[in-house]
């Protein structure tokens, strides 16, 4: 494991390595200096998001470039309505303050595109939960975003938050990131999350009245399964969320992690787009596109980009290609690739995204069986550095592939190195100094922050669990655990129980919530957790409490005995066996995804 530092001497690491980077522990061969730079069009893309106020109609608007994504408002007779409110509560606020230079009405409605933090985060800028309870404001969405939020934050949070941090950069030196961007925005803010959950949803298409609009909203599935567009009839204008992704090629796979993001479902959505023959088309990233022959053209080439790669893709594939081959052959042709800036490769890339649609058809297997029970890697590593004539003879072929410019090469070398020894520094910062080479020279944004913070995880600049409390609260802010059904936060523990620890048990523990009159329960079969809802079932044990005291419990933030103590809980039945649950519930442990 590697050694990991205060967050305070990791910065100064940071520092230090954005102005030269001398690795320790490199014997007699020296690394050359690599200096942060940007690729030239990536910089000049930057211009894209400038902060300005864009004036769509008499009554709409969008905030560009305060945030990662935009925030939209509707003027109404009587109040406003707001599409998007930004990732953080902090740039929400000074978006609203800028927004409300144009109109002081009051906020009748929050429309949330879809459930990702950049769209949902800031929302108490805006309105506050005693105005949504009060019916002053609604909020609506998709009637699945609350589920797929449930996902992001609470199920795969760990391994999510740390993914999104390398995805976004969020951790690298201001060295690194000043005069850059994310491709589909500036680069994101990472502060304070807040969340209130939808108080009206709907299905495919719903048409409403709100502050005297004339609303439809329209169930898209694209870059976002819940992703939704929303229709002004009487000004003909179209903001379609991230269905058009922004001013680059959309990232049909996104190396954060995601489920299947099925391009067909996508460019199918577009169409309906297109159908509505939009005036003016608002994007939930990016500047907004005028002129109904303007607008046309950029939802036709995003669709015909997007269909493009499908398509070539499933062709090859049914000719026997595996992934890497594919990510070799199929490339957009001239006509596409130079529609800029909307096909240019600034956030998704075609080589990571053929990938993704193979194994949303055939899964991980790519039909050789060599790769059914495979030489653990390790000890395949230590096979190969043998044969190659053993670890400093490798080192020596990976420092000449560095010095020669064939980093890909050098940093696969070095890799063999490590996954035999972590604490091998000479591999690890000759890796690191390959990956600021690749890092620098990237146009795509997501491949550039991947290289640059795996580079400070390799030479021990990068404080993971810092990062991972960081970026956790981002993605499961207290806003949102409050509006977490109770149920599907106790439901979500199978996913934390260490098997191991009740591989020889057989036990079932019930949770009474006495202010919400339901009761919940984990029963506990030799591994496997398998939750219950409803009276009736034989408890071994019954804990009694509140649906706040439990969340504390569940959530670390108070103990058990501390919340017994204080007269919060009541326990019946076999004490030891909730013990030994809350006993095999994991804890979040540091994260290494170079370092393996």
Request: charged share 25%.
């Amino acid at each position: 494991m590697m050694r990991t530092h205060s967050w305070q001497s990791a910065k100064w690491a940071a520092m230090l390595l954005a102005t030269i980077v001398i690795p320790f522990g490199v014997d007699s061969r020296e690394l050359e200096q690599v200096r942060p730079s940007i690729h030239p069009e990536l910089r000049e893309h930057t211009e894209h998001f400038r902060k300005k106020i864009y004036r769509i109609s008499d009554n709409v608007y969008s905030a560009v470039g305060w945030g990662l994504a935009n925030t939209i408002m509707i003027v109404g007779k009587d109040g406003l309505i707001i599409v998007d409110v930004g990732e953080d509560i902090g740039s929400a606020r000074i978006v609203r303050e800028e927004l409300r230079k144009i109109s002081d009405k009051p906020v009748k409605a929050v429309i949330y595109t879809h459930f990702h933090p950049d769209h949902i985060n800031g929302v108490k800028a805006f309105v506050s939960e005693e105005q949504v309870r009060a019916g002053e404001a609604q909020i609506i969405a998709h009637q699945s975003l609350l589920d797929n939020v449930i996902n992001q934050g609470d199920k795969i949070g760990p391994i999510l938050g740390i993914r999104t941090a390398y995805t976004s950069g969020a951790v690298l030196d201001p060295g690194e990131t000043e005069g850059m961007n994310l491709g589909i925005g500036p680069n994101p803010n990472v502060g304070g999350a807040t969340f209130i959950a939808p108080t009206l949803v709907y299905d495919d298409r719903k048409r409403l009245t709100i502050a005297g609009i004339e609303l439809e909203l329209r169930h898209v599935p694209s870059e976002a399964p819940d992703e939704t567009a929303v229709y002004l009839p009487e000004s003909n204008i179209l903001l379609s969320g991230e269905t058009i992704q922004g001013p680059t090629l959309p990232n049909i796979h996104t190396l954060r992690g995601t489920k299947f993001r099925d391009p067909v479902s996508w460019y199918k959505s577009i169409d309906v787009l297109r159908s509505y023959q939009a005036d003016h088309l608002v994007p939930s990233h990016g500047q907004p596109v005028s002129g109904k022959e303007n607008v046309e053209t950029v939802l036709r080439a995003t669709r015909d980009g997007i269909q493009f790669i499908h398509d070539q893709t499933v062709r090859f594939m049914n000719q026997g290609l595996t992934p890497d081959e594919l990510a070799e052959v199929v490339k957009l042709p001239p006509h596409l690739a130079s529609v800029k800036p909307y096909l240019r490769e600034y956030y998704g890339t075609v080589e990571h995204s053929v990938r993704q649609i193979y194994q949303g058809y055939l899964g991980w297997f790519q039909g050789d069986p060599v790769a059914l029970d495979p030489v653990p890697r390790i000890e395949s590593a230590r096979r190969h550095v043998a044969l190659m004539g053993g670890r400093d003879a490798v080192m020596q072929h990976a420092h000449d592939a560095h010095t020669d410019g064939d980093f890909q090469w050098a940093a696969e070398l070095a890799t063999y190195l490590i996954r035999i020894a972590h604490d091998d520094h000479e591999a690890r910062n000759l890796k690191a100094a390959c990956f600021r080479h690749l890092g620098y020279a990237q146009l795509n944004t997501n491949w550039r922050n991947w290289y640059l913070t795996s580079a400070r995880e390799l030479d021990g600049s990068l404080d993971i669990p810092a990062v991972q409390r960081r970026i956790r609260a981002a993605l499961s802010s207290p806003d949102l655990m409050e509006a977490l059904p109770i149920g599907k936060v106790i439901e979500g523990l199978s996913v934390r129980i260490d098997a191991e620890a009740v591989l020889n048990s057989e036990f079932t523990v019930a949770f009474e919530l006495i202010d919400l009159g339901t009761v919940y329960a984990l029963e506990v079969r030799r591994g496997v957790a398998q939750f219950h809802e409803g009276d009736g079932l034989d408890a071994d044990v019954s804990l009694r409490t509140t649906r706040a005291s439990l969340l504390s419990v569940l959530l670390g933030q108070t103990s058990l005995e501390q919340v017994r103590d204080s007269g919060e809980v009541d326990i019946t039945g076999d004490a030891p066996a909730l013990m030994k649950l809350l006993g095999a519930l994991e804890r979040p442990a540091p994260i290494y995804l170079t370092l393996r």
